[in-house]
C-alpha cells in the first residue's frame, strides 16, 4: 500500500499489460527477424537515400550552378528545406524535455521515437547548408573559429549565420545525449534478454553495465531532470536563432519582430505534424496499440490546434504590421506574397497550416488515426511551403524591378529534397531495428496510472476532487 | 567498513509498492544496505533508502559556467583583443550579439559534462560487467540487497520483506551474481 491512484485519471497503457509483458511486446520488433513491411520500408527508403547521394554528389561535383538559383533569388530549396527539417527536429525534444517538466506522464511512449526524430531531422538539416556551401570540403574553414590559413582572421561572431553553426551543432549533440542517457536502462534489459554473444557484446557495450541499482538511479532522475532543464531553453533557442538568420536581416518579409516566438510555434506545429505521420506508421507496422493510444493521438491533434492556431496568428500579424508600419517595401512585399507570381505557395501554405487544423476541434476527428494521418501530411506540406513563401517570395521581387525574376527549381534540387526524406527515414527504420522504440523503462513507472479508473466518475466523486490530492487516510500520492 | 567479505540478504519484489515501504523499513531498522535494483526510475526509493540528492548538479552549474566563460572570453579575444573591426564605430564588445553563442556553449559544454559526470558518479563504462542480483531484475523485479554485517537480524529482515510481499527471500555470498539467461525459468514462477 501506500498510494493511491486516482479513479479520474485514465490508464496511459491499454490492455492490463504487466511489466513483463511490456518488455517483451516492445523488444520483440528488435529481435527475431524483421517483418516483410519493414524490409519494404526500409528498402525503398534506402533507394530514395541512393538518390540523395548521387544528386548531392553531383551538386559537389558540378557545383551549385545545378541549381535553379539566380541573382535575385540566391535561396531556394537548399534553405527551405534547412529549416524545414530543422523545424521538424523540434518536437521530440518538446516532447521529452519540455513535456518531462510539466509533468506530462503521457510522453512516456512517445519520446524515444520523437528524440530520434529529432536526431535524425536534425542530421538532414545540416546537411543542407553544408551543400549550399558548395566547397563543402573546405567548409570547415568558414565556420570553425580558429586561428586559420588566412592570417589571424575570425570568424564573425555577430552574424546569426554562424551562430545557427553553434546552435544546431549544440542541438545535435544535446539531443543526442539526452537521448542516448535515456535509452541506457533499456538498452541493458535488451542486453539481459540476448542470446546471441554478438548483441550481448553491442547491446552490453552500450548499455555500459547499468544494472538498475538505486545508487545509480539517484543520479540519473537529477541528471534527466537538468537535461530536460538544459534542453528546454536550447529547443526555444534554436529555432528563436534560425529565425534570426532572417529577421536581423533588412530585406522586407525577412525583417519582423515576431520571427522568433513564430518560428518556434511554426516548428512545434511541423515536428508534430511528423510526430504524428511517423507514429501512426510505427503504432500500426510494430502492434503498438496498446502504447501509443487513441489518447496520446488526441493529445497530439490538440498540440496541432494551438500550434497552427498561433502561426495562423503570426500570418495576420505580419499583415497587420505591413500595413500599419507605414512602409510601402513591407507592405508590397505582403501584397505580393498573397497575389504575386508565388500566390499558389502562399495559399497552399494557408489552407495546410491554418484551415486544415482546425478541422481537429472536432473530438471525433481527433480519435481518427487515417484522419490524422492524412492531416499530418497536409501540415508537413503547408511547413514546407511556409519556409518556401518566406524565402522565396521576399526575395524574387527586390528592390529593383529591373532585376526581379521567378525561381523554378531544377530536378536535381527536388532530387534533394525527396531524397532527404530517404535519408530520413532509412535511419528511422534503421533505429526501430535496432533500439527499444518505446521507452519502456518509463512506461513500466506509469503503468499503475489509471488502474482504478472509473469512467462513471461516481467512485471519483467519493474519493478524490483532484488527481493530486490524496484521499482520506491515505498517507501519500502516486508520483509514478 | 566490512573487514571480512559480508554475505548479502537479498529480498525480490515484484511491485514498486511494496518494494519502496519494504526499503523504508529495512532503514529504519538500521539494516546497512548493500544497494536495491530496480528496472525503472521509482521516484521516491532513493530517499527510502537514505540516499542524498545527487552531487551531478554541481557537476552542470560549474561546467556550465566554464562554458560561459569560454565563449564570453573566446569572443572578446577575437573581436576586441586579438582583430578588433571598426564597424560603423560599433562596439568592440558587443554583448547583445554574443549571447547567442555564449547559451548555445553553455548548454553545449554544461550537457556534455553532465553526461560524463552521470557515467564517472554511477561508475559505469563500456565493457563494464553487469552485476544483477537476479537475472530480471532490468525487466520487472525489484531486489532489496541488505549486508550482513553486525546489525543485521535476519529473522527480523524476513519478517520485514515477507510483510511486504517478498517472492523470494534468501543469503548469498558476497560475490553472487545472477545470470539473465535464467529469466525464462523465472518467468514461469510467475508474477502476478
Known sequence: MGHVYSPLRKPLVDGDKSMHDITHDVCRSIEGKPTALWWYGFLVSAAVLGVFLVVTGWTLYEGIGVWGLNKTVGWGFDITNFVFWVGIGHAGTLISAVLHLFRQKWRTSINRSAEAMTLFAVVCAGLFPLIHMGRLWIGFL??????????????????????????????????????????????????????????????????????????????????????????????????????????????????????????????????????????????????????????????????????????????????????????????????????????????????????????????????????????????NIGMWFERFVIIVTSLHRDYLPSSWSYYYPTTIEVLELVGSFGLFFFLFFLFVRVMPAVAFGEVKGVLKMGKNYDPTGASAKKHVPHDDKPAEGTPEVSHA | MPKEKNKFFLGVFTDEDDVKPATQACADADFTFHDVFAPYEVHGLDRAMGLSQSKITWVTFLCGLMGTTIA??????????????????????????????????????????????????????????????????????FVIVIEVDEDFDEAKCREIFTRHNAEEMKLVDHDYAADPADAEASVEGGAA
Request: net charge positive.
Open chain 2, 72 to 141: 564570453l572570453g573566446g569572443m572578446s579575444y577575437v573581436s576586441w583583443w586579438d582583430w578588433p573591426l571598426n564597424i560603423g564605430g560599433k562596439s568592440p564588445f558587443p554583448l547583445p550579439a554574443f549571447i547567442p553563442v555564449t547559451f548555445e556553449l553553455t548548454v553545449l559544454i554544461g550537457g556534455v559534462c553532465t553526461m560524463m559526470g552521470l557515467f564517472a558518479l554511477c561508475r559505469i563504462f563500456p565493457g563494464k560487467k553487469a552485476r544483477l542480483f537476479h537475472p530480471r531484475v532490468t525487466d520487472d523485479r
Open chain 1, 142 to 379: 568558414w565556420v570553425a573559429p580558429y586561428p586559420n590559413l588566412r592570417g589571424p582572421l575570425w570568424v564573425n561572431f555577430r552574424s546569426p549565420l554562424l551562430w545557427d553553426v553553434f546552435a544546431i551543432s549544440t542541438y545535435l549533440t544535446i539531443s543526442a545525449v539526452f537521448w542516448y542517457i535515456g535509452l541506457i536502462p533499456d538498452l541493458a534489459t535488451v542486453r539481459d534478454r540476448a542470446k546471441h554473444w554478438a548483441r550481448k557484446l553491442f547491446y552490453g557495450t552500450l548499455a555500459q553495465g547499468w544494472n538498475g541499482s538505486v545508487r545509480n538511479w539517484n543520479h540519473y532522475e537529477k541528471a534527466y531532470m537538468i537535461f530536460a532543464g538544459l534542453a528546454t531553453p536550447l529547443v526555444f533557442s534554436v529555432h528563436s536563432i534560425v529565425s534570426m538568420d532572417f529577421a536581423t536581416s533588412v530585406i522586407p518579409g525577412w525583417h519582423t519582430t515576431i520571427f522568433p516566438p513564430y518560428f518556434v510555434a511554426g516548428a512545434i506545429f511541423s515536428g508534430f505534424g511528423m510526430v504524428l505521420t511517423l507514429l501512426l506508421i510505427a503504432r500500426k507496422t510494430m502492434r503498438l496499440e496498446s502504447y501509443i493510444t487513441l489518447d496520446h493521438l488526441e493529445s497530439m491533434g490538440k498540440v496541432i490546434i494551438l500550434t497552427g492556431s498561433m502561426v495562423g496568428l503570426a500570418y495576420g500579424t505580419e499583415f497587420f504590421i505591413a500595413w500599419y508600419s507605414g512602409s510601402i517595401y513591407e507592405s508590397f512585399a505582403f501584397i505580393n506574397r498573397a497575389t504575386g507570381p508565388f500566390a499558389w505557395s502562399y495559399w497552399i501554405m494557408v489552407s495546410c497550416n491554418v484551415i486544415s487544423p482546425q478541422t481537429l476541434w472536432f473530438r471525433k476527428l481527433r480519435r481518427n488515426p487515417w484522419f490524422l494521418f492524412i492531416l499530418s501530411i497536409f501540415v
